[in-house]
């Protein structure tokens, strides 16, 4: 059994013009001990997602169905104080802008020994101890732990978040875009850090981002998304490999070759549908090169064979599609509206 | 913040505090010279002839030129000595000494109460934002904050002074007795009695900027990510608003609070004269009044040397209390 199982999970802010369907029946499970890409372009709702998880919304957000079962309970059925009890100590958050994650008038120590005294109940000395190793963990001398957020890089400000989000333990970590914001070579170094602590402790991980070398690189399971939707989901060969959507064959074609293979870099025209009125067909139908009538009016449904699901009409002639969506005049024909 | 650091931030706005009261006192010196009409008349009857007046003129270092009396002057500043008051004929620093302990106590129970009340309720309204209870409480605190000194003060003394008898009417202590020693005035409950409607005035004009500065920085804040990953660190509500949210929403309101002490050690003036209390505004009032020049002189120099003094220990508590100040470019 899944450790995480999100079921047609479906995330709304509430505008004066009406709802804008954020997070629009989104679908897939996180294994204990493993990590899961969750990938898709800027507004694809993928970090809204994340925080539904954690239940801490912007004050416009609201879950309007669907369900979050993690270690076996419903977290959307849950009381405020009963999912405060998770919060930190069975599911955890590494956000995207360390910057301004940490509080910049307090000391790092006094940052972790908040949440290793308020939240973990333990003594000051035990805390000021597992405060040390956590920084260790991470790869930051203890010393640092006097230090205030803003004498940090952003590197070490980084790892600090991820040493924060491990501090009690937690079974499911969710990192939102946690390296966009750093430079190649530390990405690269904190994904590592991430990667390693990850296996060590045997935790499970969501690794938001928009960046496919990033889910090649650290991730075992990805989850496409698009305007909301999860349209394929699978292990990260399998899927990066043979992908069955469209939209995932153009996302591949759209980022550098994790190994350096120097491929063109083909862009996918257009942007995401406005989600105050989503298309009644498929959401990718008026960027995708392979769309047909069918798939503008009415909505794929999403079909599962072994551990690959996607959401598309013409999965089954994936093979052919896969062929002409990499070569660049496939996309460039596409004119969206 | 270093230790090193911040000592030499101390040092560098000690400077510049010294600057700045040499520059004012420079200022007020010339001030009182070139301004027009002739100070000597109103101490000098014009029933003295020649003579007379040139030997005073002379007994009080008129006769010599501008910048010999400017050395002078300041000379005699830097040991305190303010000059005789023309109408009481006592020493200006006197004066001033006994006026100040009034002022400052006058000042800092009201700035106290406005800040703690603005503090607080700001926090609240933060938290109320979008509710009912905007609709009323913020229009109050503006029309407070907005009302004048004396018409408040006035009202203040019309219905609870007069018409209740609740209060004395003014002064600081019952007409004929002793003011006394600044210990004798605070275990006097007849002191507080009579300080309460002037500081009550003070608190209903203060507490306005308290609270709307707070609301606003608390609602800034409440936005921050660094609040939200509070939230998800599942924190009580009490660790998210007091020990995060507050306390950057606070770093404002000290430098308010410092600032607007200098501020009202000269700005009492309207409140104290309402309430005819002994203050260092009564005293620059009266001494305008009756053309009193080295007390007003003297008083303009307190004024100043309070604000800017207030000033800099703004500067200072907030690189006290927020660490990014200064210490970026040090480290």
Known sequence: ??????????????????????????????????????????????????????????????????????????????????????????????????????????????????????????????????????????????????????????????????????ALNPALVIADEPVTALDVIVQRQVLD???????????????????????????????????????????????????????????????????????????????????????????????????????????????????????????????????????????????PA | MSRSGFLRLVAERLGFLVLTVWITTTVTFLLFRLMPGDPTLAYLSPTFNEETRTALLRSFGLDKPLWEQYLIYMGNLLQGDLGTSFLQRVPVSQLLADALPNTIILTLVALSIAYAFGIVAGAFLAFQRGRGIEGFAIPAALATRSAPEFWLGMLLLAGLAFQLGWFPTGGAVPPGSNLGGVVDRLTSPEFWRHLFLPALTLVLYLQ???????????????????????????????????????????????????????????????????????GVGRVLVQAVQGADYPVAQGAFILISVVLATMNTVADLLYAALDPRVSVGARR
Not at chain 1, 269 to 275: D, H
Not at chain 2, 240 to 249: D, E, F, K, S
């Open chain 2, 208 to 278: 306005g900027l308290p609270l709307l500065l707070m609301r606003a920085t608390m609602l800034e804040v409440m936005n921050d990510e660094f609040i939200v990953m509070a939230r998800m660190k599942g924190l009580s509500r009490w660790s998210i608003v007091m020990r995060h949210a507050a306390r950057n929403a606070l770093l404002p309101v000290v430098t308010a609070f410092a600032l607007g002490l200098g501020a009202s050690v000269g700005g009492n003036v309207v409140v104290e004269t309402v309430f005819a209390w002994p």
């Open chain 1, 193 to 335: 850090v991430m990667r390693d602590l990850q296996s060590r402790l045997n935790l499970a991980m969501i690794l938001v981002t928009h960046d496919m070398a990033v889910v090649a690189y650290a991730c075992d399971r990805v989850a496409v998304m698009y305007a909301g939707i999860v349209v394929e989901s699978g292990p990260v060969r399998e899927v990066l490999e043979r992908p069955l959507h469209p939209y995932t064959m153009g996302l591949t074609h759209a980022f550098p070759d994790v190994h350096g293979e120097t491929g063109e870099l083909v862009p996918i025209e257009g942007s995401p549908p406005n989600l105050l009125h989503p298309p009644t067909g498929c959401r990718f139908a008026a960027r995708c090169p392979f769309a047909q009538t069918r798939c503008h009016e009415q909505a794929p449904p999403a079909v599962t064979e072994g551990e690959h699901m996607v959401a598309c009409w013409r999965a089954d002639e994936a093979p052919a599609l896969r062929k002409a969506a990499a070569s660049p005049a496939t996309w460039a024909a596409v004119v």
């Open chain 1, 1 to 166: 059994m899944s450790l995480l199982s999100v079921e047609n999970l479906q995330v709304h802010y509430l505008t004066g013009a009406g709802p804008v369907r954020a997070v629009d029946g989104a679908t897939f499970a996180v294994a204990a001990g493993s990590i899961l890409g969750l990938v898709g372009e800027s507004g694809c709702g993928k970090s809204t997602l994340g925080r539904a998880i954690m239940g801490v919304l912007p004050d416009a957000g609201r879950i309007a169905g669907g369900s979050v079962v993690f270690e076996g309970r419903d977290l959307v059925a849950l009381t405020e104080s009963q999912r405060r009890e998770i919060r930190w100590r069975r599911l955890s958050f590494i956000p995207q802008t360390a910057m301004n994650a940490l509080d910049p008038v307090q000391r790092l120590r006094a940052q972790m020994l908040e949440v290793l005294m308020e939240r973990g109940g333990l003594a000051r000395a035990a805390a000021n101890d597992r405060a040390a190793e956590l920084f260790r963990m991470v790869g930051l001398d203890p010393v640092r732990l006097a230090d205030y957020p803003h004498q940090f890089s952003g590197g070490m400000r980084q790892r600090a978040s991820i040493a924060l989000a491990l």
